[in-house]
């Protein structure tokens, strides 16, 4: 076991400083199935969590596969569709001499990995898994690793899969031979060591289409160039010739030629080819408008590969499809952080910055070097609302919680320098009695808190902290006689070598 273990970890390590987990929630989806929750565990994974995984034990390691370096050694295409033929997806591979092996994922879709015999910078593994994924016609599907770059000094850790072989020879994870014929671990090992490649040979790898030579094609989109020579899906014929039209309109610019080779291209790419009439509305469709490429619908969507289509003579030009955003996660510290992934890299901003679109725009101009392009307020919050469906929570130390640093700062103010009689609280400073009790004016420990630059004022004012301190450690305000009456607040004293609330409250889990 040890033997299998070293190697399925040396074939699958990633980031070593977290790794994931998904467990199943208590809630439940229409299909009467449990829902899962996610979650980064700021750890590196040790053995015995490649060791629970293999022997099936719950929750199942999730590894990331971008290291602190921004290097991976494999990545994955996740295709998110049932039911799934992973046979004729393996052909197709084979077809196209793409070096990649597939395995079925647990809900029966398929996860196509590249493996690299060494670590490689994520953005070429990031680059060759996209240009297959239009090649086959998944461009839409997730890419891991889904950044180019992560920032794991300031937090972020980049985003997880979920392993293979959970509960090893019982597992519904396993990976597929080149006939299609699912394998044990140790065949899963031998297959590997025949498919990996070099840093040399991934910096290489190109899908080649020796039809993308046929004069039919000539600086063609090569989401066209896939649709027209593997087929075009049933009831897409009217949305495929539409863009042939807009390729036609680029390469012959002049009204009767296009026109008629419209008839060419539909006699000899759509089966059945489109009656006459549905090309004559084609035909003037194209030319009523300011024609561009549709990259965003089906068919041409699913096979887009942007960078590609810009070098083709007639591809969309300056009409490229800006980055879009992938995917949140939110570093749960007070105040949170939120990284954001878009085209490849991660953007780091506030909850005010993202849930502006022209504050978040600037951001992407400082960090990215390119702003981004302008969005409606009601399309912005659509767009936030869909991501935020599928965020990731980064857990946070507990010093960064915001009732963690109250109460620091406030036992620091009571202790550090704490009176001697209850009159000294009009000098400024805290009283702790013999009861264990804390006398204070608020007004004398907010202008510490200023003083000391400690507190974030401007996202917790004074109401709103003395709200905080009230609901954290009961603090009520009496009248004390020193010697006249005087408000002052009253708490039970606290102080820092006292093990924290918060962290003697929370329920283990059973992966901690």
């Known amino acids: 076991m040890m033997k299998e273990l070293e190697k399925f970890k040396k074939i699958f390590e990633g980031l070593d400083s977290a790794y994931g987990i998904t467990k199943k929630s208590d809630q439940f989806d229409e299909r009467g199935k449990n829902k899962t929750e996610s979650f980064t565990i700021h750890k590196a994974p040790i053995d015995q969590n490649w060791k629970d995984h293999l022997e099936g034990k719950y929750p199942g390691l999730a590894i990331i596969p971008i290291n602190k370096e921004n290097k991976c050694k494999w990545g994955c295409i996740d295709i998110d569709k049932y039911p799934f033929d992973h046979k004729t997806f393996i052909k197709k591979l084979s077809d196209k001499k793409i070096k990649m092996i597939v395995f079925r994922s647990k809900s029966g879709g398929a996860h196509a990995f590249l493996f690299s015999k060494t670590f490689i910078p994520a953005i070429i593994m990031r680059a060759k898994l996209k240009m297959v994924a239009s090649a086959m016609g998944y461009a839409k599907s997730e890419i891991y690793p889904k950044q180019d770059y992560i920032r794991v000094d300031r937090g972020d850790t980049g985003s997880f899969l979920n392993l293979p072989y959970h509960s090893n020879q019982r597992t519904v994870r396993y990976a597929f031979n080149s006939k299609g014929i699912g394998m044990d671990l140790n065949e899963f090992f031998d297959f590997y060591d025949s498919m990996s490649m070099t840093e040399e040979e991934i910096k290489n790898l190109v899908v080649e289409d020796e039809k993308e030579k046929i004069n039919y094609f000539k600086g063609m989109p090569p989401c066209l160039v896939s649709l027209l020579t593997d087929g075009v899906p049933n009831g897409q014929r009217n949305n495929c010739m539409y863009n042939v039209g807009v390729y036609l309109k680029k390469r012959y610019p002049e009204k009767d030629e296009w026109h008629s080779h ?24 194209v030319t009523s408008k300011e024609y561009h490429y549709k990259c965003k619908d089906e068919p041409i969507n699913s096979f887009c590969n942007a960078k590609k289509c810009m070098t083709r003579e007639f591809g ?9 955003m992938s995917e949140i996660r939110k570093y749960d510290s007070d105040p949170p952080i939120y990284f954001v992934s878009i085209g490849g890299d991660s953007v780091e901003v506030d909850d005010a910055t993202l849930h502006d679109p022209e504050k978040f725009s600037l951001a992407c101009m400082n960090q990215m070097g390119k702003p981004m392009m302008p969005v409606p307020k009601h399309s912005w919050r659509k767009l936030l609302i869909k991501l935020f469906d599928n965020l990731k929570i980064v857990p946070a130390p507990s010093s960064s919680k915001i009732d963690v640093q109250l109460t620091e700062i406030l036992a620091d103010y009571i202790n550090k320098t704490p009176g001697k009689e209850l009159k000294d609280v009009m000098r400024g400073i805290a009283f702790t009695d013999k009861g264990g009790t804390s006398y204070f004016k608020f007004k004398n420990f907010w202008r510490f808190l200023l003083r000391t630059k400690s507190w974030p004022d401007k996202t917790y004012p004074k109401q709103k902290t003395l709200r905080l301190m009230q609901g954290l450690f009961g603090v009520e305000e009496i009248w004390k006689k020193i010697p006249k009456n005087t408000r002052v607040m009253s708490m039970k004293t606290i102080k820092l070598e006292r093990p924290n609330v918060r962290i003697n409250a929370k329920e283990k889990e059973p992966w901690e």
């Open 262 to 285: 419209m008839f060419t291209y539909n006699t000899q790419f759509m089966q059945p080819p489109l009656d006459t009439p549905e090309i004559n509305t084609l035909i003037e469709s």
């Open 316 to 324: 969309i030009g300056d009409d490229a499809p800006v980055p879009e």
